[in-house]
């Protein structure tokens, strides 16, 4: 079964300033999705990013982008230009290509943006 | 926001109570899913649906079950309420496209 993997349970930036954050997965599949969300405060559930395995090209969405390398299995997201609104929790996230699967979710990282 | 809705936002039972948290939807999309989420453990998912009346189960689907009778509704059901249920349950639909998943609110439901 495929797992995702989120090591830092906290992190903390200053305003306007970049912050990266960290994302594992294992899975014998080549192809397959990854996606970041974000949960603000509100508790809603909001798509930041989507990558393709398929796709070599980093995903960016204005200030957000990702650093895709799928030899090792890695899937951060990098923050520029923090403001305070991006304060939340990031839930990394996996699905296989085919059928039916689900999400799977990564534990979460909290970020704080420091004023 | 994908067209979800859930129903009830927030509730509070009693223990060994049986209640129903509904699911809609309104852009006609095949899979519908039920999580959960605790702290610690991010979300969870209960039991998933890829169309009417065709269901599986998830991760966590113990003393749960689920219905779709019907495209837009899904139901998750607690047979008998426990103080372990207590959570916060989330339904998403997966969008054709870009086969992204997309949320509801969010139920807070809470069994004293």
């Known amino acids: 079964a495929q797992t995702v993997t989120q090591s830092q349970p906290e992190m903390s930036v200053q305003e306007a300033e970049t912050v990266t954050l960290s994302c594992t997965y294992d899975t014998s599949e080549s192809d397959y999705y990854l996606f970041w969300y974000k949960q603000p405060p509100s508790r809603q559930m909001i798509l930041v990013i989507r990558?393709?395995?398929?796709?070599?090209q980093n995903a960016t969405e204005n200030r957000f982008s990702v650093n895709f390398q799928k030899a090792a299995k890695s899937f951060s997201l990098k923050i520029s230009d923090s403001q305070l609104g991006d304060a939340a929790m990031y839930f990394c996230a996996y699905r296989s290509y085919s059928g039916n699967t689900p999400l799977v979710f990564g534990k979460g990282t909290r970020l704080s943006v420091i004023a | 926001d994908a067209g979800i809705t859930q129903s009830p936002r927030h509730k509070v039972t009693e223990t060994g109570t049986p209640v129903t948290l509904r699911c809609h939807q309104t852009?006609?999309?095949?899979?519908m899913y039920w999580y959960r989420q605790d702290p610690g453990h991010g979300l969870r998912l209960i039991h998933y649906?890829?169309?009417?009346?065709?269901?599986d189960k998830g991760e966590v689907s113990d003393g749960y079950s689920v219905s779709r009778s019907k495209t837009e509704d899904f139901l998750l059901t607690l047979e008998s309420a426990t103080s372990s249920q207590t959570s916060v349950y989330f339904c998403a639909i997966r969008a054709r496209i870009q086969e992204t998943q997309y949320f509801g609110p969010g139920t807070r439901l809470l069994v004293l």
């Open positions: 990558q393709e395995a398929y796709k070599q």
């Open positions: 852009e006609n999309h095949r899979y």
């Open positions: 649906s890829y169309g009417v009346k065709d269901t």
